[in-house]
């Protein structure tokens, strides 16, 4: 089964700054992986996803994030980090085989934007 | 166009006590999800259903029950809650599978006391 690890729990970065949230799968051959944002109070939304083809991922709110298969990862970035991104930042992964019917999340990542 | 709608939005309820929380999408997707999140800890599958008579349990379904028996609802019910069953609850759609990505409600909070 596929799992998902986001080393941060916390990153604090001040507007204006560069924006690196880490994420690392286990799968065994490519998964499908998602970036969803969460602000407070408030449901998930998609971000961006990979499904194949081009490893660099172009997403909503200027977000990017590139897959690393050699190192199992698909880390989100932003060049310039703005006070409405701080939220918290799930990573999610979903299998392409028959157990490939739901997303697993990972603990997720709190964003604080210092101005 | 609602997406997915969830109620109530807040609950408290007290041990012992039952209560269904809704889940309505009018997508016509096929796949319907229940999560819980709880702080730290990301979110953890419930049930899941990939059709309408069709439900499946996931990471941490005992104490919970789901039915299907449209394509639009997926009720999650809780028949002797516990203080463990403090969390959010979410439910999403997809439609067909978790490539497509999912769409969010908003959350149900739920308290017990």
């Known amino acids: 089964a596929q799992s998902v690890t986001q080393p941060d729990i916390h990153i604090t970065v001040s507007e204006g700054a560069s924006l690196e949230l880490r994420c690392n799968y286990s799968y065994g051959a490519t998964p499908y992986l998602f970036w969803y944002v969460q602000s407070p109070g408030q449901g998930l939304q998609l971000l961006l996803k990979?499904?194949?083809?081009?490893?660099l991922v172009q997403g909503i709110k200027g977000f990017e994030a590139e897959f690393k298969r050699s190192q199992s990862s698909f880390n989100l970035r932003k060049p310039s980090v703005h006070w409405s991104d701080a939220a918290e930042y799930f990573c999610a992964v979903g299998a392409r085989d028959e157990y490939g019917n739901k997303l697993v999340f990972g603990a997720g990542t709190i964003l604080r934007v210092k101005s | 166009n609602a997406g997915v709608t969830q109620t109530p939005k807040f609950r408290i309820l007290k041990i012992g006590q039952s209560m269904t929380l809704q889940c309505t999408q009018d997508m016509n997707h096929n796949y319907m999800y229940w999560y819980r999140q709880d702080p730290g800890m990301g979110l953890k599958l419930i049930y899941y259903?990939?059709?309408?008579?069709?439900?499946d349990k996931g990471e941490v379904p005992n104490g919970y029950n789901v039915s299907r028996s449209t394509t639009e609802d997926f009720p999650l019910r809780l028949e002797l809650a516990a203080p463990s069953q403090t969390s959010v609850y979410f439910c999403?759609?997809?439609?067909?599978?978790?490539?497509?990505?999912?769409?969010f409600g908003s959350g149900t909070r739920l308290t017990v006391v």
């Open positions: 990979y499904f194949s083809g081009d490893t």
């Open positions: 259903s990939v059709g309408a008579g069709i439900t």
């Open positions: 999403a759609s997809s439609l067909s599978g978790p490539g497509y990505g999912y769409t």
